[in-house]
Nanobody
Framework: QVQLIESGGGLVQAGGSLRLSCAASGRTSSIYAIGWFRQAPGKEREFVAAISWSGGTPYYVDSVKGRFTISRDSARSTVYLQMNNVSPEDTADYYC?????????????WGKGTLVTVSS
């Protein structure tokens, strides 16, 4: 089994920055990639970004390109999501997920989420 724990959420003003962390433990060798997802109130969950443990080209949803950066520290089994120039539209529960593929639909291990609230 794999456990994923998110941290770093909180309240931030529009235009500010926040860094989320996703710490993986357990059978991390079974994970090829980690992704970040978010779910805003009343909306469906959406993919935000993904990166492989090998550090290949990350992927982002268009709405966060140029503002968010996903990175990983393989030695710490941790993936980060640096969020810059945030807007109220970024308010959501943020989840990390892991799986054997970069395909968001193939990520089967999920954390419990961390809440990000952006004030205007």
């Amino acid at each position: 089994q794999v456990q994923l724990i998110e941290s770093g959420g909180g309240l931030v003003q529009a235009g500010g920055s926040l860094r989320l962390s996703c710490a993986a433990s357990g059978r991390t060798s079974s994970i090829y990639a980690i992704g970040w997802f978010r779910q805003a109130p009343g909306k469906e969950r959406e993919f935000v970004a993904a990166i492989s443990w090998s550090g290949g080209t990350p992927y982002y949803v268009d709405s966060v390109k140029g503002r968010f950066t996903i990175s990983r520290d393989s030695a710490r089994s941790t993936v980060y999501l640096q969020m810059n120039n945030v807007s109220p539209e970024d308010t959501a529960d943020y989840y990390c997920a892991g799986g054997g593929t970069m395909d968001p639909n193939g990520m089967h291990y999920w954390g419990k989420g961390t809440l990000v609230t952006v004030s205007s």
